[in-house]
Each structure stands twice: as C-alpha cells, then as structure tokens.
C-alpha cells in the first residue's frame, strides 16, 4: 500500500514566492559550480525575483504537506509559449512530478492557443536535457550566450 501524500499542483500566489525561491535554489544547489556567477544568479531567482515573476507570467507550484516541491512557469507571447524555472527538489525527482508539473503548463498553453513552446537549457543540465527530450523537445538549433556560458534552446509543437 502507498501512504505518500497528495501532491497538489496549483497557481502561485505572491506569497509562494519565498518557497518557490527555496525550490529553485535547492533543485539547482549541485550545479553551481559547473555555472558562471551570474548565469547562476539569474538562473536561481531570489525570493524578489519570483515575486515579480509571479506577477509577470504564469507560475506553477507542486504543494505537498504545506511545501512547494516543484514549480515551473511559462509566458506567452502571439501564439508561441516558454518555459522557465523548471525544478523540483532532489528527493521528488524520478517520481513523475515534474511530468505532472510540464503536462500541466503545457496544458494551460494549449488552452490559451499555443502552437509552440520553447525553453532553454545549459550544458550542466544532463537530466533535465534528458527529461526534455523524453517528453518530446527536441533542439532547436538556437544556441545563444548565457553569461558566458551556451544557452541551449528546445522547441516542442503543441497541436
Ligand atoms: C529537470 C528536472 C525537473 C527533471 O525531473 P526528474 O524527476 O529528474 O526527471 P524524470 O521525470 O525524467 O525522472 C528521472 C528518472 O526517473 C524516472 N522516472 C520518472 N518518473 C518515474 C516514476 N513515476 N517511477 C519511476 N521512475 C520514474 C525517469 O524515467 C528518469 O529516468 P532516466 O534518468 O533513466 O531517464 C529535475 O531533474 C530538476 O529539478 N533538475 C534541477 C533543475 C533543472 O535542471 N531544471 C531545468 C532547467 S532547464
């Protein structure tokens, strides 16, 4: 029998944004040293600046016990969506929540008529680049400058 909590996904609040700091800081904490200074920085967002994304584009948290251990947001620009601040803590991953967490933006983008989403990802990132591709990004092509390091963009139809 399984006895693990519900995992509820909704969407973040301003008050959530102190967690969701948390989240992203803790999920990205073994990367920091394969990331420049400032891609690190920009990547983890401080509490402020979850807080005015959180007001600027859709942001989802995966709650469990009063927690947030997942999130994930994205912003839409015409009829073309993308990802940012994916992440869920060391002890959530390989248990489907961040499935759960990117079947329900993409969801929320379909909805809004999106026939594309996109997102960026960094050499460090193995898992996630493997993540992505499982569930059916594949590269663009695009690779643009990160602070210094190679900002690497996946592109998936959504229609
Ligand atoms: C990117 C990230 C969200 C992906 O989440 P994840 O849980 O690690 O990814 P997966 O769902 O693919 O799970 C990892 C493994 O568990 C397996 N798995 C997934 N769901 C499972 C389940 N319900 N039961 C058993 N195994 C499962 C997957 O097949 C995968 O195996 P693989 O590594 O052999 O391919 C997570 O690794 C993370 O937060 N990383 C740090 C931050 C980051 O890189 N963010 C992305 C920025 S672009």
């Known amino acids: 029998m399984n006895f693990a909590p519900a995992i509820e996904i909704r ?18 904490a073994s990367y920091k040293t394969a990331y420049s200074p400032s891609a690190f920085a920009d990547t ?14 859709h942001v989802l948290v995966a709650i469990t016990c009063g927690n947030v ?4 947001s994205a912003r839409i ?35 809004r008529g999106c026939a594309e989403v996109t997102l960026d990802t ?3 990132l193995m898992a996630a ?5 499982n569930h059916g990004y594949h590269r663009s092509g695009k690779i643009a400058d990160f602070f210094g390091m190679p900002l690497i963009e996946y592109v998936k139809p959504l229609r």
């Open 11 to 28: 969407t973040a609040v301003c008050d959530d944004a102190g967690a969701v700091a948390g989240c992203l800081a803790a999920a990205f």
């Open 44 to 57: 983890v967002a401080s509490e402020q600046g979850v807080r005015l994304r959180i007001q600027q584009a």
């Open 69 to 72: 251990v997942g999130t994930i």
């Open 77 to 111: 620009r015409g009829n073309h969506g993308h990802l940012r601040g994916m992440a869920v803590l060391p002890e959530f991953r390989g248990t489907g929540l961040a499935a759960d967490l990117l079947t329900a933006i993409e969801t929320w983008l379909r909805a």
């Open 122 to 124: 960094t050499e460090p």
């Open 129 to 133: 680049m493997r993540f992505y591709e």
